[in-house]
C-alpha cells in the first residue's frame, strides 16, 4: 500500500484519546503516525519526487514572517503552534505537502486509489460518534475517556468542530466516489455510509461546518459549471446525504439548547478584540501565541459589561462571589463564600488563546500580511488546478469558509494539506475527474 494512503487511514485512529490522560496518547499516536509514513515515504524512493515551484515562494514567505514577528516579540524561536503557527511548526508542516505532492506525482495510479479508500478514512470516526451518540454514556466514557461529561459526539476526536470540519472535508469526496463506482453493490454500500456521515454532520452540531460545505458547493457549481450529464448521477448521493443529515438534526440531544442558545458563541466579542490588537500592530503582529496576550490587553472587562458577561462563569452557585482580577500575567475569577461549614476560595486564570476565526488569529500573531499570503497561495493552486478534481476544490474551499468562523484542527489540517498537494500536483489524470 502507499504510505499516502496507510497514513489517511491510521490518522484517524491516532486522533482518539483512549484514557483521561488522553492528551499524551494523543500527541505520541500522531507523531508516530507521521514518522511511519516519513520512513515508508523514503524507503519507497519516494524523496526523489521532491520537487521546488514558484508557488512554493509562498511558503517561504509564511516562514519569514512568522519567524520576523516572533523574534521581535522576544517569542522564543523554537516556539511550537498547534495548527499554523510557529515558524518550525510550519516548516514541518510544509515538508509534510511537499512529500504528500511528490507521492502523488510518483504513483500515476494514487488518485483513483485514494477516491476508492474513501470509506477507510471515515469509518474510525464514523462508528466512535455513532458509539458515542447511541451507548450508554458511563460505558462509553469508561472505554474511551475514562470521564462520562467526554461521552458526547466528537469528544474523542479532539472536539465537535474537529469531527464536523473532517467530515465537511471528506463528503465531497465520498459523492465523487459513489459517482466514480461501476459495481451496484458497492453504490449501495457507499450510499448507507453516506447516510450515516450525514446523520453524524448533523448530530455533531457546528453551524461553521454546515455553512462551509454549503457554500463550497455552490461556489463549485458557479465556478465550474459542469454540465447537467456530469451533475446528474450526484443527484441521488446528494439526495441520500440530505436525509441523513435530516434523521441528525431530528433526533433527541440534550445538548441542542445550549448548543445554539447563543447566535455566536462570544465570537464577535473575540473578534472586536482581535480587530484592536491588529489595528495596534498591523504589520509583525504579537507574535506565536500572541492572541492571549492581546486578549488580556484589551479585554476591557473593568467598563465593558459584555466582557463581564463573557468571562465570569454562566452557571453559578448562588452561595458563591465571582469576581475578576488581573495581574501582568493575565485575567482571572475569583470565586468564594461558604459552602456549610467550609469557606471556598478559588482563583482560576482564563486562557484566551484564541480568536475562533483562522485569518483574525494569523493576523494578530503575524500581521496582516501572513493571512494574505496563505490565502493567495492555496486560491493559486485551486485556480490552476480548476479543471480537475473538483470534489477536492470543494472541500479545500469548504475548509477556508469553515475558518472565518473556527480555526484549523490538528486533526483536519494535515489531511487537507494532502488535498491542496493534490491539487498542486504536475500529474493530471483527467479520465478519473468525476465531473
Known amino acids: 500500500m502507499n504510505p499516502l494512503l496507510a497514513f489517511l487511514i491510521l490518522f484517524p485512529v491516532a486522533m482518539l484519546p483512549i484514557r483521561s490522560d488522553g492528551v499524551v496518547v494523543f500527541l505520541y499516536a500522531k507523531l508516530l503516525t507521521l514518522t511511519a509514513f516519513v520512513l515508508l515515504f523514503v524507503l519507497r524512493g519516494q524523496y526523489r519526487a521532491i520537487s521546488l515551484r514558484r508557488s512554493d515562494l509562498w511558503i517561504g514567505v509564511l516562514v519569514v514572517l512568522a519567524s520576523v514577528s516572533d523574534a521581535v516579540n522576544g517569542v522564543p524561536l523554537l516556539a511550537l503552534g498547534g495548527r499554523l503557527e510557529g515558524p518550525v511548526t510550519l516548516v514541518l508542516l510544509f515538508a509534510w505537502y511537499l512529500m504528500a505532492r511528490a507521492s502523488f506525482e510518483s504513483d500515476p495510479n494514487l488518485v483513483v486509489t485514494f477516491r476508492q479508500f474513501w470509506p477507510a478514512y471515515v469509518f474510525i470516526p464514523l462508528v466512535i460518534a455513532l458509539l458515542q451518540y447511541f451507548s450508554p454514556a458511563s460505558v462509553l466514557a ?35 466516489s459513489i459517482r466514480g463506482s461501476a459495481k451496484p453493490r458497492d453504490r ?48 441521488w448521493p446528494a439526495v441520500i446525504l440530505v436525509a441523513g443529515f435530516g434523521i441528525g438534526l431530528a433526533l433527541p440531544n440534550p445538548d441542542r439548547t445550549r448548543h445554539f442558545e447563543s447566535p455566536d458563541s462570544g465570537r464577535v466579542l473575540l473578534w472586536t478584540i482581535a480587530v484592536r490588537a491588529i489595528e495596534s500592530r498591523p504589520l509583525l503582529g504579537w507574535g506565536t501565541g500572541g492572541f492571549k496576550r492581546a486578549f488580556d ?58 480568536a475562533h476565526n483562522e485569518y483574525l488569529d494569523m493576523a494578530v500573531q503575524y500581521g496582516l500580511v501572513y493571512p494574505a499570503a496563505w490565502l493567495a497561495w492555496i486560491l493559486i493552486i485551486i485556480w490552476r488546478s480548476r479543471s480537475r478534481y473538483l470534489e477536492v476544490g470543494v472541500s479545500v474551499v469548504a475548509l477556508l469558509i469553515f475558518n472565518v468562523f473556527w480555526m484549523n484542527s490538528v486533526t483536519v489540517l494535515p489531511i487537507v494539506m494532502i488535498l491542496v498537494a493534490l491539487l498542486s500536483a504536475r500529474r493530471d489524470i483527467r479520465s478519473t475527474n468525476p465531473v
Open 297 to 354: 490587553r484589551y479585554a476591557d472587562w473593568q467598563n465593558d459589561p459584555k466582557v463581564r458577561a463573557y468571562l465570569i462563569p454562566k452557571i453559578r452557585d448562588p452561595r458563591l462571589s465571582y469576581t475578576l482580577e488581573q495581574d501582568t500575567a493575565g485575567i482571572y475569577v475569583v470565586t468564594k463564600g461558604s459552602l456549610g461549614p467550609v469557606d471556598f476560595f478559588n482563583k482560576q486564570q482564563i486562557v484566551n488563546d484564541k
Open 188 to 235: 449501495r454500500w457507499l450510499a448507507v455510509l453516506l447516510l450515516l456521515v450525514g446523520l453524524v454532520f448533523a448530530v455533531a452540531q457546528t453551524r461553521a461546518a454546515w455553512l462551509g460545505l454549503g457554500l463550497a458547493g455552490l461556489i463549485g457549481l458557479i465556478w465550474f459549471r459542469p454540465s447537467l450529464s456530469k451533475l446528474k448521477p450526484l443527484f
Open 142 to 176: 469508561t472505554l474511551l475517556s475514562g470521564d462520562a461529561a467526554d461521552a458526547q459526539p466528537g469528544s474523542t476526536f479532539g472536539n465537535r468542530g474537529s469531527l464536523a470540519s473532517f467530515l465537511m472535508v471528506m463528503i465531497p469526496i465520498g459523492l465523487a
